[in-house]
């Protein structure tokens, strides 16, 4: 079936400096790749999403990238901060209608 | 307030004893959906519901059973439970499919 593969499984930085996060992907079906990030104990939440159609999206600090031809989208953390610290998942939702979950990234900022 | 709610939200058990999970969000969404998160596999699906009446198989719906009897309910159903199925759970729904999902607060099952 599917499969979302997701690096690094941890990754550490400095504050300020910037974060990437890559995944890789093998069902050319799919149209929307949306990420999560979980803080400890609690629920994922969507940070930002990008469809098909697009190259890439930003959000102030957080930006999305998409090469379709590659089957490959990264997450970009600008200007770091401590409350950036969590687990981020990369997801996409297949031509199936299911959702496929990276294996996730711990991000830590350090001080 | 929108929300997904989840019960019971922590729960002990032994091997073999019936238990259900339930689900309920009240943003009139059409898709749900359950997940098993365990450390380092991520969130894993396991069953997903298009629309009342409707559900699917996600990748690991062994050992679970759901129902979409009503819009705003998604139970899940474990008949049998078994240790292998210690897990986080959570509840999600959506509008529809390909849109942002909106988790519920997760259930902690621990089956002795």
């Known amino acids: 079936g599917e499969n979302v593969e997701q690096h690094p499984s941890t990754l550490s930085v400095q504050e300020g400096d910037s974060a990437v996060i890559k995944c890789t992907y093998s069902d050319s079906a799919s149209n929307y790749f949306p990420w999560y990030k979980q803080e400890l104990g609690k629920r994922p939440q969507l940070i930002i999403d990008?469809?098909?159609n697009v190259g890439e999206k930003k959000d102030q600090r957080i930006a999305v990238t998409l090469n379709k031809t590659a089957k490959h989208f990264s997450l970009h953390i600008t200007e770091t901060q401590p409350e950036d610290s969590a687990v981020y998942f990369c997801v996409l939702w297949d031509s199936n209608y299911q959702l496929i979950w990276g294996a996730g990234t711990k991000l830590i900022i350090k001080p | 307030e929108a929300q997904v709610t989840q019960n019971p939200r922590y729960l002990i058990t032994v091997t073999g004893k019936k238990l259900t999970v339930t689900c309920s969000q009240n943003?009139?969404?059409?898709?749900m959906s359950w997940y098993r998160q365990d450390p380092g596999l991520g969130l894993r699906q396991i069953y997903y519901?298009?629309?009342?009446?409707?559900?699917d198989k996600g990748d690991v719906p062994e050992g679970y059973k759901v129902s979409r009897k009503e819009k705003r309910n998604f139970p899940l159903i474990l008949e049998s439970p078994s240790p292998n199925q210690t897990s986080l759970y959570f509840c999600?729904?959506?509008?529809?499919?390909?849109?942002?999902?909106?988790f519920g607060p997760g259930t902690r099952l621990t089956v002795l």
């Open positions: 943003m009139n969404h059409e898709y």
């Open positions: 519901s298009m629309n009342v009446e409707v559900t």
């Open positions: 999600a729904s959506s509008p529809r499919d390909y849109n942002e999902q909106f």
């Open positions: 990008i469809r098909s």
